[in-house]
Each structure stands twice: as C-alpha cells, then as structure tokens.
C-alpha cells in the first residue's frame, strides 16, 4: 500500500511540476497529496490492500492453529492468572503468571507426558478446531473450550502429570526450573521483564489447571473417572490435589510460628 501511494504522489507531483515550470512548493506537495488519498482509485487500492492484510493474517493464524492448537486449549485453564490484554483471556485480577511463561510450559508438560502423547493431543485438538470452524474462517474458541472432546484431552494429559508429581518437591522444583529457563523474551520496560515462576505461582497454575478434575473429584464423579483411567490413576490425582493443598505457600506462612 504504501509503494502504491509514493508512486502514484511521485507522479502527480511530476504533473504539476511540469505545469509550473519544475517548481515545486511545500503547498503543492500537501495539497497532491490530500487529493490521491481522497481519491476514490486509492480509497480503492487501500481496500484492497486491507483485504490481502486480512486473508493473509487469516491464512497464518490458522496454520498456527492448525500446528499447534492443543497448546491454547491447554492454557485456557490458566489464563486468567494473566494480566489483562486486549482481545485476549487475561483479567485485572490476574498477576501472578507472565505470558512469558507459555514456552517453558509446553517444554515441561511434553517432558512429562512424552511427545507422542504430546503429538496426539495436537492431532486430536485439530480435528476439535476443524468441527467449529465458521463459514468466514474466524474461530469459536468458546465453543472450542466448551467442546467435550478437548475436555477430555485435557483431563488425559493432566492424570498423567499427577502421577508425575508422585515426588511432589522434586518435581515441583524440577518443573519451575524448566518453566524459568524457557521463558520468552520480554519487551523492553514491561512490568514483567523481571519475572519468574516461583512457588507461589506454580501452587495457582497448578490449581487452575486441575480445578475440572477436583471439582468432578468433590462432587461425586469418581466412579466415571475410574472408568475412564482406572482405580489407580483417580487415587494419584487425589493424592496429587491433596498434597498441592498442603504445600499451598500462603497456607504454610500461616502455619508458621509468631
């Protein structure tokens, strides 16, 4: 567009240099150049261009999609920890996780569960995105999270990383480690250009992530889960989400002697 709109100003103003002699005044350069971008041929050319724009970003963003889908489903779960952005899941209330993050979590949660694993999750999540594909190429991403299918990949992924957890300390630190040593780069003076997980961040990811499986666990639904995992793997989430209660850090600060 804007190679458009110099060669087309370059030749107007050629015009009215010849009429006047190759003389050229500041007025004459403000005044060609108000006329081409009210000219209905650039009002069209803009259009088209804006057009390209859209189909163009349209086409990447579902390749990412397409590539990496599993991802975004996975980190609606903690999305509100984020600080606000616009157009995206963050809320004023959300301090204590950084986006920065998002690379070091899918480092960690792939080593935990296995690329294969990793890689059928993806696959399935495509097929999740393709079903609620609209007509106009945009996304229904509240229908996406809503789907039972991308429900139960999450739950998938998230009873093996309970039985990971079996060490809970170990893993915990093991597991903040990755997360701080993958982080994105921040942009120069963003309040989170000195962040990092800790304790008490990882306690808040962990607890929103596993909040579905704890509430199912609480009211009763154990027996499904059973049938879908087995008696063994229902017991290490249970053991997981009690001892994820136990080393909550504001609970152990109010544990701790006067």
Not at 33 to 62: D, E, G
Request: proline content about 4%; charged content about 30%; hydrophobic content about 40%.
């Amino acid at each position: 567009m804007s190679e458009v709109t110099v060669r087309e100003l370059l030749r107007a103003l050629a015009a009215v240099a010849r009429r006047n002699g190759d003389v050229l005044t500041l007025t004459d350069v403000e005044i060609e150049a108000r006329r081409l971008l009210a000219s209905p041929a650039m009002q069209q050319v803009h259009a088209r261009c804006q057009a390209a724009a859209r189909q163009a970003y349209t086409a990447l963003m579902w390749e990412q999609v397409r590539n990496r889908p599993f991802d975004r489903i996975l980190a609606k779960r903690f999305a509100h920890l984020f600080p606000a952005r616009v157009g995206d899941d963050g809320s004023r209330e959300g301090s204590l996780l950084s986006r920065r993050m998002l690379p070091g979590f899918t480092e960690a949660v792939t080593k935990m569960i296995g690329p294969d694993l990793y890689d059928q999750c993806q696959h399935k999540a495509q097929a999740v995105v393709e079903a609620h594909r609209r007509g106009d190429e945009t996304i229904d991403w509240e229908a996406i999270y809503a789907d039972a299918t991308g429900k139960a990949l999450v739950s998938d992924v998230l009873v093996v990383m309970a039985h990971y957890f079996s060490a809970f300390r170990k893993r915990r630190d093991w597991f903040i480690t990755v997360v701080n040593m993958n982080l994105a780069p921040a942009r120069p003076g963003t309040a989170d250009a000195a962040w990092e997980l800790g304790e008490r961040g990882f306690h808040a990811l962990m607890v929103a992530l596993f909040h579905d499986l704890a509430d199912d666990l609480r009211r009763g639904n154990g027996r499904a889960l059973k049938q879908r995992y087995g008696p063994q793997t229902v017991d290490d989430v249970r053991r997981f989400l009690r001892r994820l209660e136990e080393e909550d850090p504001d609970r152990r600060e109010q544990r701790q002697p006067a």
